[in-house]
C-alpha cells in the first residue's frame, strides 16, 4: 500500500536549520510530483511547496521562499525540505503528500512530523 | 495567490443532520477545488477532488457541487465519525491554497 513516512523533525533554534526527509513506499516514485504541507499547533494547513515527478521544478510559498528546499532523490524513493534561517512561526507538523495528476489532488499523506522553533 | 474563504467557521449539528460548507475562491478555479476530512492529530484525507468526484472508499453521503468560485460541500446524514475539520484546496494554480478550515461539533 502506498505509504509515505516524515523523519527529521526536533527542536531547533531560530535562525538555524533543520532537513525533513518524506521516505516513500508501495507506488512508482518517479511518477508523482510530492507536495509539502504544514500545519502550525492548533492552526489549519498551509501549503508549502512542491517538487515534479523528475524534479525538473520547484514552487513555494512566499512564506518560506529563499529560505527552504525541496528535493527528491528518486533512486532511493525519497524527499527532502532543507529548512533554513528557522522562525518561531514556522514552528508545525510537516506533512508530505502524493499528488495525484489525474485527480489534481493529494491523494495519500504521512503522519507528520513536528518541527519546533525555540530559543 | 488564490486566496480561499471558508464559511462558517465553526458547525454545531446533530447526527443525522444534513450540513453544508461552502468555499469561495479569489479567482475562478474551473473545479480544481478539492475537499478534506481532518481527524484531530491525524493527517488529512481527501475527501472530494475536482469539486464533486468522490474519492474511493469515502461514504456517498459526502458530495461536492460547484464551479468557477463558488464551491459547496455537502454531508447528507450527519455520522459520529464525521465530526472533524474540513478543508477545502485550490489546484489551479501554485501556491496550492487551503481555506481557513471548517470545524464540525456535535451539538
Known amino acids: 500500500q502506498v505509504q509515505l513516512v516524515e523523519s527529521g523533525g526536533g527542536v531547533v533554534q531560530p535562525g538555524r536549520s533543520l532537513r525533513l526527509s518524506c521516505a516513500a513506499s508501495?507506488?512508482?516514485?518517479?511518477?508523482?510530483?510530492i507536495h509539502w504541507v504544514r500545519q502550525a499547533p492548533g492552526k489549519g494547513l498551509e501549503w508549502v511547496a512542491v517538487i515534479r515527478y523528475d524534479g525538473s521544478n520547484t514552487y513555494y510559498a512566499e512564506s518560506v521562499k529563499g529560505r527552504f528546499t525541496i528535493s527528491r532523490d528518486n533512486s532511493k524513493n525519497t524527499l527532502h525540505l532543507q529548512m533554513n534561517s528557522l522562525r518561531a512561526e514556522d514552528t508545525a507538523v510537516y506533512y508530505c503528500?502524493?499528488?495525484?495528476?489525474?485527480?489534481?489532488?493529494?491523494?495519500?499523506w504521512g503522519q507528520g512530523t513536528l518541527v519546533t522553533v525555540s530559543s | 495567490d488564490i486566496q480561499m474563504t471558508q464559511s462558517p467557521s465553526s458547525l454545531s449539528a446533530s447526527i443525522g443532520d444534513r450540513v453544508s460548507i461552502t468555499c469561495r475562491a479569489g479567482q475562478t478555479l474551473r473545479t480544481y477545488l478539492n475537499w478534506y476530512q481532518q481527524q484531530p492529530g491525524k493527517a488529512p484525507k481527501l475527501l472530494i477532488y475536482i469539486a464533486s468526484t468522490l474519492q474511493s472508499g469515502v461514504p456517498s453521503r459526502f458530495s461536492g457541487s460547484g464551479n468557477g468560485t463558488d464551491f459547496t460541500l455537502t454531508i447528507s446524514s450527519l455520522q459520529p465519525e464525521d465530526f472533524a475539520t474540513y478543508y477545502c484546496?485550490?489546484?489551479?494554480?501554485?501556491?496550492?491554497?487551503f481555506g481557513q478550515g471548517t470545524k464540525l461539533e456535535i451539538k
Open positions: 508501495g507506488f512508482t516514485f518517479t511518477n508523482y510530483d
Open positions: 503528500a502524493r499528488f495525484l495528476t489525474g485527480y489534481s489532488s493529494l491523494d495519500s
Open positions: 484546496q485550490q489546484s489551479y494554480s501554485t501556491p496550492y491554497t
